[in-house]
């Protein structure tokens, strides 16, 4: 049997799928337009704002690393964010394949494999204090500023902060396993 390699996989499907919430929010997008002023408090929640919100929570590391280009370049068409984003979601989704077919810090021999380590455990560290703070942040703004949503509202209102929440968690622990991996190599058992 064949072992599937994810990083041909991965940016595939996941940038077809990507593709495909590009094209519902430009549909939505062109509703909301033709609707202009009707809505008095904006659209509604489903599906009008919830396709970015889905599209942000699977991808938010390529939203985030293209966010300073994006605003460089002060795109106004939706397009052309398209354009910008599609790629970095493509290119995340191959490193996330290749580190999940060869491992976080791949197969090569480190001169100093426990200052690396160490170096995993603080960013694994700071990775959990971030999601710890996002999730708190949003969290108040949430009790803030929509005390009385209805569930389903509130659930896709809280995709903003869960999407970074879970790439943090997930990153910190791929660098705590490939820590102690290398911690094991530094130290063998005698």
């Not at 999940?100 to 960013?123: Q, T, W």
């Not at 999601?131 to 708190?136: A, E, F, L, M």
């Amino acid at each position: 049997m064949r072992r599937v390699r994810y990083r041909f996989v991965l940016p595939v499907v996941l940038g077809f799928l990507s593709l495909v919430f590009f094209i519902w929010e430009h549909q939505n997008n062109r509703v909301i337009e033709s609707m202009g002023m009707a809505w008095d408090t904006g659209p509604p929640m489903w599906p009008y704002q919830a396709v970015p919100l889905f599209s942000y929570a699977l991808n938010a590391p390529a939203y985030i690393a293209c966010w300073p280009i994006i605003k460089l370049i002060d795109a106004r068409a939706d397009w052309i964010e398209y354009a910008i984003w599609l790629p970095a979601i493509t290119a995340m989704w191959w490193w996330v394949g290749t580190r999940i077919d060869f491992g976080l810090l791949g197969r090569r021999k480190y001169v100093h494999p426990r200052l690396v380590a160490v170096s995993m455990f603080v960013g694994a560290l700071v990775l959990l204090i971030l999601s710890v703070n996002i999730g708190v942040g949003e969290y108040r703004l949430f009790r803030y500023y929509w005390p009385a949503q209805r569930a389903i509202n509130a659930a896709i209102i809280l995709l903003r902060a869960i999407g970074p929440i879970l790439w943090c968690l997930l990153f910190a622990r791929a660098s705590i396993r490939s820590a102690f991996h290398l911690w094991g190599r530094a130290f063998p058992e005698a």
